[in-house]
């Protein structure tokens, strides 16, 4: 294999639309189908709420991203941002957090096709399928984030033809009287608890990080100033619709939301709605959308962010070896797949659903501080215009953030604060306690 080091570039090409579309299929159109039973529990039948308060917290982040990525275009998502909002320190540490939910995103796809696919095809192994898909998806990676791209706009295709049928259905049985509106799914008076809501809407979370996966794809766009941004706020604005929108007609079809089966609640829904048939396809597309769209789309973006971090040299600088024919992070891809592939035969799905949206929401947290650091404080704080910007929108998105953040599992808290102590202790290392200054590059004369 021919490879060579950076200054190498990532290969440029992707459009706005390219990037709309990796981020919606990275946030997967039906994972609500897979994710549904985990939610109703804590939520007790919000689960359209708990997605709809997801999407607000979302959405003001997402502003706080457009911001800076018309600014810093550059590869590393919370990372190169928070760096460049406030300082290099600060902006390891909270890409360092981040990556832990992008080294979960995977085992937790991974899992969930290893469920469907031993209920699809009991003769199978389950450990088959994480070896298959690991290989697979680790080969399309180091192939570039072009071939990525073709098989997100394919996945997303059936997805929606899925979920399309779901939606006929469901109208079907509204005009003929076989079930009627509710709004259980947004709120349940006799079981509304907030603390339920919340714990939901951070496991919530995890459905809307492909719009953070768009960022890391900036030194890959054809114009990042502009289609990043675009991007990431379309990206978040259709899928949270989307995911309110089909959760709000499963509280219709089903509002004994307590007789389902936690397991498979959504599948008992489209039982209902469509038969075996609209089951069985929807068994597929969760096998091919999970272990194949996001298991793709997550390895792409934290290879992405410890590309960004060996290049800085803040991590060892062999994770920004480029392949020399591709132009992709291909010791960084073999590295997470490694890693994924260990995590997916060793943890349960249940454990890695509790651990993720620490990282993703301390990250979140930071990013909009340095916003309102960078752009109000230290910046154009003299017109109603920028403080709306720079300063309400970010403390909107971080107060959210918080809110959901301090909502989390004692488990995830616990395994989260051990996540960012190991950064620490490498950034002391990479520092020699602070006493030289924290590696990176100056993207001060960068384009």
């Known amino acids: 294999m021919a490879e060579n080091v950076s200054p190498a570039s990532l290969k440029v090409s992707l459009t706005t639309k390219d990037l709309l579309i990796y981020g919606i299929t990275f946030m997967i159109p039906v994972a609500p189908l897979a994710f549904y039973g985990s939610f109703l529990q804590p939520a007790n039948g919000m689960v359209a709420l708990a997605y709809l308060i997801g999407m607000i917290a979302m959405l003001f982040t997402g502003f706080s991203y457009a911001t800076m990525s018309a600014r810093y275009p550059f590869s590393g998502s919370v990372y190169t941002y928070v760096q460049e909002g406030t300082n290099r320190g600060l902006g390891f540490i909270g890409g360092w957090g981040i990556t832990l939910d992008y080294f979960l995103i995977p085992t937790i796809t991974y899992l969930i096709t290893q469920s469907f696919g031993e209920s699809l095809l009991p003769g199978v192994p389950g450990w088959a399928w994480i070896v298959v898909l690991v290989a697979l998806n680790t080969w399309v990676n180091i192939l570039g984030v072009n071939v990525v791209t073709k098989v997100s706009w394919a996945l997303f295709a059936l997805q929606g033809i899925v979920l399309l049928a779901f939606v006929i259905g469901t109208i079907r049985l509204l005009v003929t009287g076989a079930i009627h509106p509710n709004v259980v799914a947004f709120y349940n008076p006799a079981h509304f608890n907030v603390s339920g809501v919340l714990q939901a809407t951070g496991i919530v979370i995890v459905s809307y990080l492909g719009f953070d996966a768009i960022s ?92 960004a971090m060996g290049r800085d040299g803040i991590l060892p600088r062999q994770l920004s070896v480029l392949h020399q024919k591709y132009r992709t992070p291909v010791v960084a891809i073999v590295l997470v797949g490694v890693i994924s592939l260990v995590l997916s035969l060793t943890l349960s799905q249940a454990t890695v659903s509790n651990l993720v949206s620490f990282g993703a929401l301390f990250g979140f947290i930071l990013l909009n501080l340095s916003v309102v650091w960078k752009f109000y404080i230290k910046g154009d704080h003299g017109s109603i215009l920028s403080a709306i910007k720079y300063l309400v929108s970010p403390l909107i998105g971080f107060g959210v953030s918080t809110w959901i953040f301090l909502s989390l599992t004692p488990e995830a808290k616990i395994v989260g604060a051990a996540w960012i102590a190991v950064g620490i202790v490498i950034l002391l290392v990479q520092t020699k306690f602070f006493t030289r200054r924290t590696p990176g590059l100056d993207f001060s004369n960068k384009d």
């Open 216 to 307: 890391t794809l900036s030194e890959e766009a054809e114009d990042p100033h502009h289609s990043v941004g675009r991007a990431i706020i379309l990206s978040i604005v259709g899928i949270g619709l989307l995911f309110v929108v089909i959760t709000a007609l499963a509280g219709f079809v089903a509002p004994d939301y307590q007789n389902l089966n936690p397991n498979t609640a959504f599948l008992g829904i489209l039982q209902r709605v469509g038969g075996t048939w609209l089951v069985k396809l929807a068994d597929i597309t969760i096998i091919l959308s999970f272990g194949f769209a996001s298991g793709q789309e997550g390895q792409t973006a934290i290879s992405r962010i410890l590309y």
